[in-house]
């Protein structure tokens, strides 16, 4: 069993839907969690970063950490073309090398 | 966050010849690792760069095939040896740095063995 599950996709939706990606994991020891966003042909980018449990909102993007379900969740709001892309959960322990999902690939519709 | 560069962008090489990828740093940072990202799929790390000292591999990755170098703590070069088909992938430098343990990716090396 991976340490990190994450939603497959592909996920289609029209402009403006809420999305919501979500991975879970086995490990109790992460502490922080990521999630990166990554263009064809590109790197991926940071997107949005949470130590510990709670939420955190950037703009239309939220990120929300139940450690006691082992569950991260990213929510995209009022979604947009631009916003398709494969989207990466990651988290790690505090040791610097970072563990990551499969990836979801999201495709926004105008 | 640290802004990373990779050289080449790309590459297209022939079978059995070797690779050099550089890395390079705008700021110090602890950890570099090295990814691979084939079509379609997601990362997997190749090799922790350790500044001063042998990279650490991960299972499946060995020193003769993907020798890492790390001269300081804002460059690292990977080398891809002897290539063959099936090392045709994206190749990703990544750091870890500050108090955040977050990691930063380069724009990759997409390299083509013929």
């Known amino acids: 069993q991976k340490e990190v599950e994450q939603d497959p996709g592909p996920l289609s939706v029209p402009e403006g839907a809420i999305v919501s990606l979500n991975c879970t994991y086995s490990?109790?020891?992460?502490?922080?969690f990521m999630w990166y966003r990554q263009y064809s042909r590109k790197g991926p980018e940071l997107l949005m970063y949470t130590y510990s449990s709670g939420n955190k909102e950037d703009g239309r993007f939220t990120a929300q950490v139940d450690k006691s379900s082992k569950y991260i969740s990213l929510f995209i709001r009022d979604s947009q073309p631009s916003d398709s892309a494969t989207y990466l959960c990651?988290?790690?322990?505090?040791?610097?090398?970072?563990?990551f999902g499969d990836g979801t690939t999201l495709t926004v519709k105008p | 966050s640290a802004v990373i560069s990779q050289k080449p962008s790309r590459d297209i090489c022939q079978r059995g010849t070797s690779l050099t990828i550089q890395c390079q740093v705008d700021s110090q940072v602890t950890m570099m690792f090295w990814y691979r990202q084939q079509p379609g799929q997601s990362l997997t790390l190749i090799a922790t760069a350790n500044q001063g000292s042998e990279a650490t591999y991960e299972s499946g990755f060995v020193i003769d095939k993907f020798p890492i170098s790390r001269p300081n703590l804002t460059f690292s070069t990977l080398t891809v040896s002897n290539m063959s088909p099936e090392d045709s992938s994206i190749y990703l430098c990544?750091?870890?740095?500050?108090?955040?343990?977050?990691?930063?990716f380069g724009p990759g090396t997409r390299l083509t063995v013929l």
């Open positions: 990651a988290m790690n322990t505090n040791a610097g090398k970072s563990t």
């Open positions: 990544s750091v870890s740095g500050g108090s955040t343990d977050t990691q930063y």
């Open positions: 490990n109790s020891a992460f502490q922080y």
